[in-house]
């Protein structure tokens, strides 16, 4: 039996986490004042009430409009800086060892903060975090599909590779704004041997998963929820996969799987009906992660909880899950060596010596 506290004393790996949808509700009243800010509430709890209500509207349009809030306070150095430092703390008390955290950075610039200036202040918070906590991370910075500056932001990915960035990301809504039409940004990318997450298959149906694999090179798909769209399912078998799953579970393409805000956004009707289930039993590559923690009212610990609950997940699964995730990180081959073999497989292993030592 997997029991909350086991879940939490796990040492758990996030790949889909946004620093902008995951403020603790305390430090944005703290920063709304201090900045001039008007909010919803003043009260931690009402705002925190308030964040949650928007989110569960099975839109990812409505869903998104919380950003407006979050973002009005980070767009000093000083704001972002702390927000960093706080996240990495927020995810070390779920035993986060390793967190892939990402943001816009072009949202951040209504204050006058240059790109620069927002990515280093970002990095200096995770690197607070990191040396109070000891929880690794890596740092993706995402274009936005309604906007027109991707390829900027693709360059400022690589502009701070080896100094804390990990990665790039295509987000926002995506009905209307396809992964095709930011193609310039995938090609410099994939030109410098770096990393690409997109997010698909979320609002829109597998021709933006098709996009993303296919034209955009992505090496990882954020969501992913309608691929099941391309098969024929009987319970949790797989009676027939069209060609893209076939080649994403072929070629191991890694799987962002976030529970919680895909019932909020409409990408699942019900956690029952979430195809997570299907995905797993059937040797995909996913994950669970968190997408935004505030927005969803969530963390690590509890989307695992729901993975236990509706999908009879159990230790093993657990650990087969974590370990998918740090595969598919996006920091280099030697370190991820390092944290399953010297992290994760000895925690996993020690866990279940305690529940059962017959095994």
Same mark, same amino acid.
């Given at each position: 039996m997997v029991t909350k506290d086991m879940i939490k004393k796990l040492p758990k790996v996030e790949l889909h986490d946004h620093f902008d949808g995951g403020l603790r509700p305390s430090t944005i009243i703290e920063l709304a004042k201090e900045y001039g800010v008007g909010l919803p509430s003043y009260d931690a709890e009402e705002l925190e009430d308030w964040f949650h209500r928007g989110a569960d509207r099975k839109s990812l349009a409505l869903y998104l409009e919380g950003f407006g809030v979050t973002l009005s306070v980070l767009q000093t150095k000083e704001a972002l800086k702390r927000v960093a430092r706080e996240a990495i703390e927020d995810l070390?008390? =779920?035993? &986060? &060892?390793?967190? =892939?955290?990402r943001f816009a950075p072009i949202l951040n610039l209504q204050k006058g903060l240059n790109l620069e200036t927002v990515v280093e202040s970002v990095i200096e918070g995770l690197e607070e975090g990191k040396k109070k906590t000891g929880v690794e991370y890596g740092l993706i910075l995402c274009a936005m599909r309604d906007q027109r500056v991707s390829l900027e932001t693709a360059e400022l990915a690589v502009a701070f590779r080896g100094r804390g960035v990990v990665g790039f990301d295509l987000a926002g809504d995506e009905y209307g704004h396809p992964p095709k039409k930011h193609l310039d940004a995938f090609e410099y990318i994939r030109s410098k041997n770096f990393n @690409?997450? @997109?997010? !698909?298959?979320?609002?829109f149906g597998m021709e933006s998963i098709w996009q993303a694999v296919q034209i955009c090179g992505a090496h990882r798909i954020g969501h992913a929820a309608r691929l099941v769209e391309d098969m024929v399912v009987h319970g949790t078998r797989i009676e027939k996969m069209g060609s893209l799953s076939h080649f994403i579970r072929d070629k191991r393409i890694p799987l962002e799987m976030c529970l919680s805000s895909n019932i909020q956004?409409?990408? !699942?009707?019900?956690?029952?009906e979430h195809p997570f289930h299907i995905y797993f039993r059937n040797h995909f590559r996913v994950m669970l992660s968190t997408d935004n923690r505030l927005m969803s009212n969530t963390n690590l610990t509890k989307e695992f909880e729901i993975a236990v609950k509706y999908f009879n997940l159990d230790l093993r699964g657990i650990e087969? @899950?974590?370990i998918n995730a740090m595969k598919s990180a996006f920091i280099h081959?030697? =370190?991820r060596i390092r944290i399953i073999y010297d992290i994760l497989k000895p925690a996993f292993a020690k866990i279940r010596e305690e529940t059962n030592p017959l095994l």
């Open positions: 070390a008390l =779920e035993n &986060v &060892v390793y967190a =892939e955290i @690409i997450t @997109i997010h !698909a298959g979320e609002a956004t409409g990408a !699942a009707k019900s956690f029952d087969k @899950i974590t081959y030697d =370190e």
